[in-house]
């Protein structure tokens, strides 16, 4: 599948965490231990940014296993990291591989693994977590592969947080007649190939909140869109040129169409007058 960058998450964070809703945080504290550790997961973690928004806000002593496939972003993660802490007065150290991260109100100790999530699900210990979470992964998943992470979670009764799942929905501002079949065009590249079989694409909130009810859990989503405006033009100028890159693989006769509509939108960035939603859905659950 196509590689994330670094450069990108970074570019991506500050969105995420302006669009989250801290709320669900809340809603799922209960259920985990307060007498001890909590036990974390996160699958595809990048560089830890899940990790950034979450702890702080959950709050107490947590230990967090972060794997992805991607041994450089992993290895990228604690600089990262220690920037992050650093405006956020926090604080990390590091005794050999295990890092820690102490800040107000939180203590993490972070372990990374590095694994193939599509391949190899095996060599993730479910039972030695009390909270499952992800960020901007179950989009690029397929069903089959969802539905093993859910009974895997149910199985060992971890708590789920599902972050940022991109649920098809893209506004522009202003609008452009090119923008309704452009946007049909990325989400069909959505539902393609990702390397864990037939991707969900904008279909994964729905589909994860239905496969939790009906696996046992309680279930709260709310919408977590990326809200963007004039003061991120880096990040809309990326998300212009991958839509018309993706809108171009799947109707490569309309490249000069969708090459024109990119230089349109491109320009509205450059004037300060271009806004752009994105739909996302969080999606937390807990076991009856
Ligand atoms: C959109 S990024 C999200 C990263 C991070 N959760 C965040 O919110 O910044 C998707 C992540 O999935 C990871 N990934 C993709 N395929 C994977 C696989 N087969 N096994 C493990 N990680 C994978 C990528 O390396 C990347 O870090």
Request: glycine residues 6%; proline residues 4%.
């Amino acid at each position: 599948m196509t590689g994330f960058s670094a450069d990108w998450l970074s570019l991506r964070e500050p969105a995420d965490t302006a669009a989250r809703p801290p709320a669900l945080i809340d809603w799922i504290a209960p259920s985990l231990p307060r007498d001890r550790s909590v036990h974390v997961l996160d699958l595809a973690t990048g560089t830890g940014s899940n990790l950034r928004y979450i702890a702080p806000r959950l709050g107490g002593l947590q230990q967090w296993v972060l794997a992805d496939h991607d041994s450089a972003l992993l290895r990228a993660m604690p600089e990262r990291l220690s920037t992050w802490a650093v405006s956020n007065g926090a604080e990390v150290s590091a005794a050999g591989a295990l890092l820690t991260v102490q800040g107000e109100g939180f203590g993490c100790r972070v372990d990374r693994l590095q694994v193939d999530l599509a391949r190899d699900l095996d060599a993730v210990e479910f039972s030695r977590f009390d909270l499952v979470t992800t960020a901007a992964l179950l989009d690029l998943v397929s069903d089959v592969w969802l539905e093993d992470l859910v009974r895997r979670c149910v199985a060992e009764g971890c708590s789920v947080l599902f972050a940022l799942s991109y649920d098809g929905r893209i506004e522009c501002t202003p609008a452009d007649p090119l923008d309704a079949r452009i946007r049909d065009l990325v989400n069909a590249h959505q539902r393609t190939e990702k390397g864990f079989g037939p991707a969900l694409g904008p279909d994964a909130a729905t589909r994860t909140i239905r496969l939790l009810e009906r696996l046992g859990y309680e279930v709260l989503a709310e919408q977590s869109d990326w809200r963007i405006d004039a003061a991120q033009p880096q990040l809309q100028s990326e998300l212009i040129s991958g839509w018309a890159s993706a809108a171009a693989a799947m109707a490569t006769s309309d490249r000069a169409l969708i090459d024109a509509w990119r230089e349109r939108r491109l320009a509205w960035v450059r004037d300060g007058q271009s806004r752009l939603v994105v739909g996302h859905v969080d999606v937390v659950g807990r076991l009856r």
